[in-house]
């Protein structure tokens, strides 16, 4: 009896085995073998939060720290002060950071009246997250954050909530 019940259950715990080691050598594979570009992000134009189209092509030749984010996920809302200080402190040193919501222009505009972010916050409602996908964020995760250099290639991703500290240590070895 317990051997029917057992080949059952180890059958399973072998086929979630097998699958997570297949996910883990993809997701290794994938990241050291995918080139990410960012063609598509500068050939891109959005609306900021005043409905003002910005071609994102303008702040190419920056440092930036591009944050994909919504006004209804906790984590985004939590790390956009320290993002806002990162911006206001580094701005002379040819750094910008730059929101992307995956929201409406009216949730981004009540968002910065009660929070005042100091970088361009943008809408991008209905292309965000085919935008984040082709910058490397295979888990449509939120936030999901990348630190693109001025020659256009991206330095370094980061899944979930980032922290001032965290991305100043990326940036000084970036910053000549």
């Known amino acids: 009896m317990?051997?029917?019940i057992l080949s059952p259950f180890g059958?399973?715990?072998?086929?979630?085995?097998?699958a997570a080691s297949?996910?883990?050598v993809s997701e290794k594979m994938d990241?050291?073998?995918?080139n990410i570009s960012t063609a598509e992000l500068f050939a891109t134009t959005l609306p900021d939060e005043n409905g003002v189209p910005q071609a994102l092509s303008q702040w190419q030749g920056k440092m930036i720290v591009l944050n994909f984010w919504a006004t209804w996920c906790p984590?985004?809302?939590?790390?956009?002060?320290e993002l806002s200080e990162l911006n206001t402190e580094y701005q002379d040193k040819n750094v910008i950071v730059i929101g992307i919501a995956l929201d409406e222009i009216a949730l981004i505009k009540e968002f910065n009246a009660e929070n005042k972010m100091s970088y361009p916050l943008l809408?991008?409602?209905?292309?965000?997250?085919n935008l984040a996908a082709n910058l490397g964020n295979n888990k449509s995760a939120l936030p999901y954050t990348v630190i693109i250099k001025p020659d256009g290639t991206v330095a370094n991703t980061y899944f979930g909530r980032i922290s001032k500290p965290l991305l100043e240590e990326a940036l000084l070895k970036l910053i000549p």
């Open 11 to 18: 059958a399973v715990v072998l086929f979630v085995i097998i």
């Open 75 to 81: 984590p985004c809302r939590e790390e956009m002060p």
């Open 123 to 129: 809408a991008a409602e209905d292309t965000g997250g």
């Open 31 to 34: 990241k050291k073998d995918v």
């Open 22 to 24: 297949g996910y883990f």
């Open 2 to 4: 317990l051997n029917k």
